[in-house]
């Protein structure tokens, strides 16, 4: 499985990217929620690139092999956990994002960037 963070495009591809086996999870936010769907794997990362031009952001799951993510999603508690956490990960992002917002902080990226590693950081040394 390879997890990217928001804001993150893929550097490798899998070699089964071609397949049309819909093993990839795209989590994503629609309004205030966040949500998931299953792509194919170059449909996922053609989702992560378009949102990376823009000012949303995503998540995107891939899975080695040529099983159906969503049927792995059904029997694999790990799988399932590393979903939520994703969400709750894009979740934290946009409400940061959202504040960042709120405050007039400028909308440059390496800015937000800064704020949201430090945000990370802040919040890992209170665990």
């Not at 490798?12 to 998931?36: L, M, R, W, Y």
């Not at 508690?77 to 894009?90: D, F, I, S, Y």
Request: hydrophobic content about 40%; cysteine-free.
């Amino acid at each position: 499985m390879t997890k990217l963070e928001p804001g993150t495009v893929p550097t490798e591809v899998a070699p089964d990217s071609s397949s049309g086996v819909k093993n990839t999870i795209v989590i994503f936010a629609e309004g205030q929620h966040v949500s998931h769907r299953f792509t194919t794997q170059t449909e996922g990362i053609a989702y992560l690139e378009a949102v990376a031009e823009t000012s949303t952001a995503a998540s995107l799951m891939i899975l080695d092999g040529d099983m159906p993510a969503d049927l792995l999603l059904k029997t694999s508690p790990v799988l399932q956990q590393h979903l939520q956490e994703a969400k709750r990960n894009l979740t934290a992002f946009l409400t940061l994002k959202e504040t960042l917002d709120r405050h007039g902080v400028p909308k440059d990226r390496k800015l937000r960037g800064a704020i949201h590693k430090a945000f990370r950081e802040l919040t890992a040394s209170r665990d």
